[in-house]
């Protein structure tokens, strides 16, 4: 009869989307997993599957914080709100020291340029997930009239997960919040229409 499982397969999720996020695909060893873990290779192969499984699973548990921007996005009372306070919440987490959070497992994994075709597309579907929410806030602005609308909002979509990206690599370098918040300000003031 099997063992029940003394873990809680989210939390082990968590763990190793963390390490994934901070070291990167190739950068991962299975040590680092199994330690993170608490669990054995053996233990966690069968739980999880392999190493492509794990970090396929790791970009799931990317995607739930994806929600809290969308969240933000939606509550916004205009399309210009909409982007301001995820461009906020964007430069608080690339301003945080733990590269576990400041750190977008889905802007590594693209610049690792991961050969794997499973990863790969996933990787491409939710940079075009990100660049379609972004969108969303962009026509929305279009259409209340706080963000410019004599470009298509697909430009400005793309521009904004250029930004984004950017902010990730940026964070690394620069100490504290404010030159992040400078930098958002200057990109993101293509988008306001002229006063």
Known sequence: MPRPRSFDPETVRDRIAEVFTAHGYRGTSLAML????????????????DKQTLYLQSLGCMQQRMAAAQGVIE???????????FFEGIATLCSH?????????????LLEGIE???I????????QATRGLLQGAVLRGQADGTIR?????????RLLVTLMSGLRATGRVVDGIGELRSTVRLGLQMLWPPP
Request: glycine share 10%; hydrophobic share 35%; charged share 20%.
């Open 34 to 49: 199994t330690e993170a873990a608490g669990l054995g290779k053996q233990s966690l192969y069968n739980a999880f599957g």
């Open 75 to 85: 509550a916004a009372p205009t399309g210009r709100a909409a982007i301001e306070g």
């Open 97 to 109: 020291p733990d590269p576990a959070v400041h750190t977008c497992v889905v802007s590594s994994g």
């Open 116 to 118: 794997d075709p499973a």
């Open 120 to 127: 790969a597309s996933d990787l491409r579907s939710k940079w």
């Open 149 to 157: 609308n004599d470009l298509p909002a697909s430009d400005l979509s």
